[in-house]
């Protein structure tokens, strides 16, 4: 019984210090600094971002210019809007699940680089 019970705060423990790592790991979209990773909760399966590397020097990422994905942004000295302030979430067109799916695949089909099946982004 005794090892039993401390299997059980085991696991327990580990459980929090997972979550922990998980929430330390990854970023929401909330908030204007640059993020470095974002994780989007769908109801296909979680999509794991990873905006630093997408976007941060070519000698240690792939570099690509935030106005590639930013579209409409222009100046050097405010950070890009997000996605959804035009593209809302839920609309009947360009609805962010929609400009996103059409920006990330549309970019790894024609780099021929980047997941493009439904299960190479949307993990767990
Ligand atoms: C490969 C595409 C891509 C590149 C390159 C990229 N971003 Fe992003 N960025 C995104 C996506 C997608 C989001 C999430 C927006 C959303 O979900 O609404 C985002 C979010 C952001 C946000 C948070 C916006 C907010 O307030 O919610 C900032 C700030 C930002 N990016 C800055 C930058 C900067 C600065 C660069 C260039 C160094 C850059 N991004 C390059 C795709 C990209
Ligand atoms: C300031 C407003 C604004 C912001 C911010 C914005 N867009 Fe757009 N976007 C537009 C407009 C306007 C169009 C053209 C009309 C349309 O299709 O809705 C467009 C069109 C697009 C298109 C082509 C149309 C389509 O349905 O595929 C893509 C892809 C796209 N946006 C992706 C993004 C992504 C990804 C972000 C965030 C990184 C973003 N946009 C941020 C305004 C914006
Ligand atoms: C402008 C081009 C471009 C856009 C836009 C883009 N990607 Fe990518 N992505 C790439 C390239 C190129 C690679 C492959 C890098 C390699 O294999 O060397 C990649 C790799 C990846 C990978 C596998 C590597 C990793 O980070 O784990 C994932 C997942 C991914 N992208 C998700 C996304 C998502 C989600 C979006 C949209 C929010 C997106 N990408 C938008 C170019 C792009
Ligand atoms: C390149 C990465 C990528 C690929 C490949 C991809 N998705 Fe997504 N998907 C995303 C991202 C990023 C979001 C989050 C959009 C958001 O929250 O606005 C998303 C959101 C969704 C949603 C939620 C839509 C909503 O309105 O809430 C569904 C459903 C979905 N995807 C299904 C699929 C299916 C089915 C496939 C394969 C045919 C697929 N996705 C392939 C990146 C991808």
Redesign the pocket.
């Known amino acids: 019984m005794k090892e039993k019970k401390g299997t059980i705060v085991a696991i327990i423990v580990m459980t929090i210090m997972l979550a922990a790592g998980i929430a330390g790991y990854t970023q929401t979209v909330k908030g204007s600094a640059t993020p470095t990773r ?1 994780l ?6 979680k ?1 794991f ?1 990873d905006h630093k590397y997408h976007a941060d020097e070519k000698d240690y990422n792939l570099g690509i210019d935030c106005s590639d994905c930013h579209h409409a942004y222009e100046g050097e000295d405010e950070l890009p809007q997000s ?2 302030e035009c ?1 809302e ?2 609309a009947e067109e360009s ?4 400009v ?2 059409n920006q ?2 549309g970019c ?1 089909e024609s780099e021929e680089k ?9 993990l767990m």
């Open positions: 974002i989007y909760n769908t109801n296909a399966g999509v971002f996605c959804v593209h979430q839920g609805s962010r699940s929609e996103l799916h990330c695949k790894h980047g997941p493009i099946e439904c299960d190479g982004c949307h």
